[in-house]
């Protein structure tokens, strides 16, 4: 692992892009609400759940508060501490007490905290992480669905989740934007402007500036061909391939860094189908699936180094960030919109106002509240159970813990850098420094007015 203390693109040779959520910002409420809408007409119509869930109410999303985790036998949302312990509890959309929440998980790590901090996997039977805004809606719809079943007969042990991930694939699947399938993709395609942020002009700049320095730009993404072409074309234009030196689609991540070249090759398509597999990446162009072993080789060749330096930026702890940087020791720039949560001044907006003469801040007090959760608390630090009152007693959180660990800096979007030279020097997060250190543009106020008391475990 790098110990130098600070971070410059300047330094990479190859700079890598995560597209949902990243490259292409979402209209949060927005997207939320249609993602919710999809898993639920399915559990609706094809799995005859109870009708109420289609209906939502306005402020309901605040449940949403990305690293909640779903012991999906027992129907309980958790929200961890660093060391494992359980700081905040619902059962379905039910908010624990102090005292209920030390009766069920008393101050012991939660039980499947090993597996869970080994990152090795999101979900298993017994549970699921919610690590990004794809997910999240889905999280809401899970603790409605536990409320129902409840109202109807005590459950003990839930089965609900199977058809969950049968809902998941049936508005994801490789083949539902063609078909226009489920929900989803057939309404982005007819309203892509409710859902989708253009790219402001300040990163497409950056994007050129970064590839006229030499750097081989790459786009990784798991999203499909004709669903990354609809964004592409929509954030950055019809030439949008220009931007990129190489481009790969339906990644699988977090696979694409674990996997084998024999476990996972690349492959080319033709018209959006997958052809079959390639022994080897020889040339930049489009490709689907494949390892980052392989595309390492093909950097290397490139640049003609050893060992060429990548950064690779990403929105979700355990497909992005997590392996970039456990199994290809890549840099790592975690986008972390809650980084803006704490932004309370935001300049109002008048509709009248020219798309392109609307600030930085273009469209975020629709949003802010979505990532400030009531229910929830602060997404990086929480004050113990049963101690609300002892100031001292505040620890950071297990996400906030990961960020430190696993990225080299966290910035809210990439906008916030877009305008900085190529060789701007970031103070990186290392195991010897501040752990906001790698915060920028400043570290969440939750970490910075609790600095001194925010206990390290």
Known sequence: ???????????????????????????????????YDSFAQYLVTEKGYDEDLLTLAPDSLDFCCKGLVLDIEEGNFLKLAEDGTVLRASHGTKSMTSEELLETFGTREWKHFNTISGMVSRSGTQYYLYDNYFDLPG???????????????????????????????????????????????????NHPDKYLQRCPESVKKWLKQLKSAGKILLLITS????????????????????????VITN????????????????????????????????????????????????????????????????????????????????????????????????????????????GKYEGHQLKAPYFVSKQWGSFFVDRLPGLENAEETLVRTWSCRCITTYSTIAI???????????????????????PTAGYYPSPPRALLSNEESVTMK
């Open 1 to 35: 692992m790098q110990q130098y203390s600070s971070f410059s693109l300047a330094d990479c040779d190859a700079v890598g892009f995560d597209l949902d959520h990243t490259l292409c910002r979402y209209q949060l409420p927005q997207s939320a609400r249609l993602i």
């Open 139 to 189: 999280a809401l719809l899970c603790a409605r669905v536990v409320d129902s079943l409840d109202q109807h007969d005590d459950q003990k042990k839930y089965d609900f989740w199977k058809d969950m991930v049968a809902a998941i694939q049936h508005n994801y699947k490789i083949s539902a934007f063609k078909e226009d399938c489920g929900t989803y993709f057939p309404e982005v395609k």
């Open 223 to 246: 999203s499909h061909s004709d669903y990354c072409r609809l964004l592409c074309e929509h954030i950055l234009g019809n030439d949008f391939e220009e931007y990129f030196d190489i």
């Open 251 to 358: 990644a699988l991540k977090p696979g694409f860094f674990s996997h084998t070249p024999n476990q996972r090759p690349f492959r080319t398509l033709e018209n959006d189908e997958e052809q079959e597999a390639l022994l080897s990446l020889d040339k930049p162009g489009w490709y689907s699936q494949g390892n980052a072993i392989q595309l390492y080789e093909l950097l290397k060749k490139m640049t003609g180094k050893l060992d060429p330096k990548v950064v690779y930026f990403g929105d979700s702890m355990h497909s992005d960030i997590f392996p970039a940087r456990h199994y290809s020791n890549w840099e790592t720039v975690f986008i972390l919109e809650e980084l803006l949560g704490d932004k309370v001044t935001v300049p109002a907006e008048t509709e009248s106002e020219p798309l392109e003469k609307k």
């Open 412 to 434: 809210p979007s990439l906008e916030a850098i877009a305008d900085l030279p190529l060789d701007y020097r970031f103070a990186r997060f290392s195991s010897n420094s501040s």
